[in-house]
């Protein structure tokens, strides 16, 4: 009877083990960069968004800058040959910088490509793409345009905004996909509360003093 009892516990443990590295998934919520057009020697900052659900994500992780018509290898943004990641399901973030070199790009349309790989179960999508388009010296272009980012998305509670040129913000709000507006701030602001929004997508409206308007997209979870 023990050595009976035995066994089954010996089942029991392998089946919790099997299923709990089998419900392990890995998922890309989104990437984020600012800004988004970028010159010789500026800072690009990028946010990788993810979550874990099950047991611990165990794998690589390559973030990669690709510029496809270029002859030069392919620049490693960052490099993990192996990482692991734990989580609750809920989003979390990864934080990093690059210093941009025209050298290694083209003009134009140049591509950040998020790959990991994983030891011990699903990774859902297999990549993420951002896309960031290097200025080249000479081209005449409107130096003053203003670039929005939003983060993160989806979002629970406080929306965050970078803005390239927020002395340029006269009024900044929220509608939902059927028009209405929720709500108005008539000033410059880097973040507010969307905890009393329902689920759904909705719109960020950003109006400058010169009457441009910029228009991001967010979900609220």
Do not use: C
Not at 33 to 40: K, R
Not at 195 to 213: A, P, T, W
């Amino acid at each position: 009877m023990k050595k009976l009892f035995l066994i089954l516990n010996f089942f029991i443990a392998f089946f919790l083990f099997e299923n709990s590295t089998k419900a392990q998934i890995f998922s890309l919520d989104s990437i984020t960069g600012f800004p988004d057009t970028v010159q010789n020697g500026q800072i690009l900052s990028l946010n990788l968004y993810y979550r874990v659900t099950g047991a611990p994500f165990v794998g690589e992780l390559a973030i990669l800058l690709n510029s496809e018509n270029h002859d030069s290898i392919v620049d490693t943004l960052l490099y993990f040959p192996t990482i692991t990641l734990s989580g609750n399901g809920a989003i979390d973030s990864l934080p990093f910088s690059y210093t941009v070199d025209a050298a290694e790009l083209d003009g134009g349309d140049n591509i950040v490509v998020v790959w990991p790989a994983s030891a011990n179960g699903s990774v859902n999508p297999d990549s993420l793409l951002f896309h960031t388009i290097l200025k080249n010296v000479g081209i005449s272009e409107n130096e003053n345009r203003q670039v929005v980012e939003i983060y993160p998305s989806p979002v629970y509670d406080i929306l965050r905004l970078l803005m390239s040129h927020p002395e340029k913000v006269e009024q900044v709000r929220i509608y939902d996909v059927l028009g209405n507006e929720l709500m108005n701030f008539n000033r410059m602001v880097d973040r507010f509360n969307v905890e009393s929004l329902s689920s759904g997508v909705y719109f960020v409206i950003v109006r400058n003093k010169d009457q441009s308007i910029v228009v991001k997209k967010f979900f609220r979870e």
